[in-house]
């Protein structure tokens, strides 16, 4: 498969997007360490899990219906590019079963099942790495290489539209934990409207979830 050049970090419209996928490997990171604890059914850790499940259907379905349809149109005839899109959209269902059996296995009440919890962890944290790995090494650089200015405001419009009230939801989770130059460039990339809510509202209220504390 051919792969195409990263691009740079800090660009404004893939702020939110490797912001994210760093996000989801760092709640991943967290369900491994509370797993290994014996601790995944603390109320705060089962919260945690349900927001990283929120977060990943959210990011999944805005890619689905208003990023990869847009690089569709564009690369429409180049069969090389299209496979790229198609093997990025059927990441997506190959993760889905993962997270239903990670789900499952929370439900056991057996402690020791604590395997199977861990198998299915491991499983789904390995899938997600590799499919985040290849959107960044091969779907976001020809998405930057195929869309124009226009196309990139029209997207991260609809994103907007798409996301509503639950972007309270998204900011201090991608933030949570990040390192302060990340955090810095990230922040930087939104409309200073929505740093100001951010700093005085989403995040105060994020906090006091306390997600995956035990």
């Not at 604890?37 to 089962?46: E, L, N, Q």
């Not at 990943?56 to 990869?68: I, P, V």
Request: charged residues 30%; aromatic residues 6%; neutral net charge.
């Amino acid at each position: 498969m051919e792969t195409f050049a990263i691009p740079a970090r800090e660009t404004a419209d893939f702020a939110y997007v490797h912001a994210a996928h760093d996000a989801f490997r760092r709640d991943m990171e967290r369900l491994a360490a509370v797993v290994a604890a014996g601790k995944a059914r603390a109320p705060h850790v089962r919260a945690g899990w349900e927001n990283l499940k929120e977060q990943l259907h959210l990011y999944f379905r805005a890619e689905d219906a208003l990023l990869w349809p847009r690089v569709a149109r564009a690369v429409r005839g180049r069969p090389v590019e299209l496979a790229v899109l198609t093997d990025v959209r059927d990441g997506h269902a190959r993760i889905e079963p993962l997270v239903v059996a990670v789900d499952a296995a929370l439900e056991q009440d057996d402690p020791s099942d604590r395997a199977d919890l861990a198998a299915a962890v491991a499983a789904l944290r390995t899938a997600l790495d590799a499919h985040l790995r290849h959107e960044e090494m091969s779907a976001l650089p020809l998405a930057r290489s195929v869309l124009g200015a226009e196309e990139w405001r029209a997207l991260r419009d609809a994103l907007r539209r798409e996301c509503g009230t639950r972007m309270t939801r998204v900011i201090p989770w991608i933030v949570d934990g990040i390192a302060p130059i990340e955090r810095s460039r990230f922040l930087t990339a939104l409309p200073r409207a929505v740093r100001e809510e951010n700093r005085l509202m989403w995040e105060p209220t994020y906090r006091k979830r306390r997600l995956w504390s035990v």
